[in-house]
């Protein structure tokens, strides 16, 4: 019969006493900051698993912290599994199971799982910005955290990447070159569109540009078609942007294949900045420039406040805190000393592109074997940007 590490093994190889270990497992007495920290690595180390059914039996706690994350067409599926795995493992790591609860019953979920107590803690994710489920959290006798900021969070715990600092960032980026116009491409979905953090990236936005980068939004409804049929309409009417800002909840890839597909090349013809990165492997043919959510560290956070409350102090004043976002330089921004290319004056049409087989193909920057414009093969659009 295989043996398992017990907590007497935990105990030796933290240096502290088996009691120790089941305070920190527990929470009922107070353990000094660097001793849990030396616990949960030995257990970790270990492989140590706490027996759930015995500790709940002693402790009359269920070792288990609910997740409510609603599902719905438009999510983002690969960007929401991230979150889940990356919960998952904190909570595995703070001795914690997760339940998860991903109905679209909104405030009547949060609801069932407070009443049952089936949970310790919760764990809130898809926000709105005007979300009941904040006035059921704030007057619950179980400890959560949101991760996702609401216009109203006062009273409750919540962080959130800082979309506020994507905007600015993405403003200053176009900037440096400097472009005089950027098209705002955003999510046209019911579900998307109420998200908290929208409307914080769209206000940010709004105020870095204002009297320095002329903004115009477009809206599009997921997936590739409706991304390239709104640029389509958008290079060959009116006046045609020299940069894009793709929000968060559109997709940066979809755009990228767009204007590829169209002969225009991010980073030779006009400027592209995402304020989302891919959830998973990119398949777009060039390495485009983006910010992103790190995930775990929102995710290590989100379960250290939620473990504070629970282990030590469940009365700890709610707190607000946003985590810095991460920068992946792509090849889709025009460099400085470059402007794009002017259009010929005999070249501007009114009707789309013409398309003569094969689409325009770039590689990625990461894979090398020439450049987006020596393999761009298919024909620009009329109407260039200027």
């Not at 002329?214 to 640029?231: C, F, K, N, S």
């Amino acid at each position: 019969m295989p043996s398992y590490p017990t907590s007497r093994d935990v105990a030796a190889a933290a240096g502290v006493s088996q009691s120790t270990v089941s305070y920190v497992l527990s929470g009922k007495r107070f353990v000094a900051p660097d001793t849990e920290a030396r616990v949960m690595a030995a257990m970790e180390e270990l492989g140590y698993q706490p027996h759930a059914s015995a500790r709940a039996l002693r402790s009359r706690r269920s070792g288990i912290l609910g997740l409510v994350v609603p599902y719905h067409d438009y999510t983002d599926t690969p960007n929401q599994y991230r979150y889940i795995v990356n919960l998952a493992r904190e909570c595995r790591r703070h001795g914690y199971e997760l339940l998860l609860s991903n109905s679209e019953e909104g405030i009547d979920s949060i609801r069932r799982l407070i009443d049952s107590a089936q949970c310790e803690g919760l764990i809130v994710m898809d926000v709105l910005e005007k979300d009941p489920r904040v006035e059921a959290a704030r007057h619950s006798r179980i400890p959560s955290v949101f991760i996702g900021l609401s216009a109203d969070c006062e009273g409750v715990t919540s962080l959130d990447t800082d979309f506020e600092e994507i905007a600015r960032q993405c403003v200053n980026h176009l900037l440096e070159v400097p472009h005089e116009r950027a098209t705002v491409i955003g999510p046209s979905s019911e579900h998307m569109r109420p998200m908290g953090f929208l409307r914080r990236f769209n206000t940010a936005l709004r105020e870095a540009a204002e009297g320095r980068l002329e903004l115009t939004w477009i809206d599009v409804a997921r997936g590739y078609l409706p991304m390239r049929t709104g640029l389509e309409t958008l290079l060959t009417t009116g006046t045609a942007p020299n940069a894009y800002i793709i929000a968060p909840g559109a997709s940066a890839e979809d755009a990228v294949i767009a204007l590829m597909m169209l002969g225009v090349v991010p980073g030779a013809d006009v400027s592209l900045i995402g304020a989302s990165g891919p959830a998973d492997s990119s398949h777009a043919p060039l390495d485009y420039s983006y910010y992103d959510a790190d995930v775990t560290a929102v995710t290590r956070a989100a379960l250290d406040l939620l473990s504070t409350k629970l282990r030590h102090d469940a009365s700890a004043e709610p707190v607000t805190r946003r985590i810095q976002p991460v920068f992946h330089r792509g090849a889709s921004l025009l460099a400085p000393a470059r402007q794009p290319r002017a259009a010929h004056r005999g070249d501007r049409t009114t009707g789309p592109p013409p398309h003569t087989g094969t689409p325009a193909v770039a590689p990625r920057a990461a894979v090398g074997g020439g450049s987006a414009r020596d393999l761009a093969a298919a024909p620009r659009p009329a109407h260039r940007p200027h």
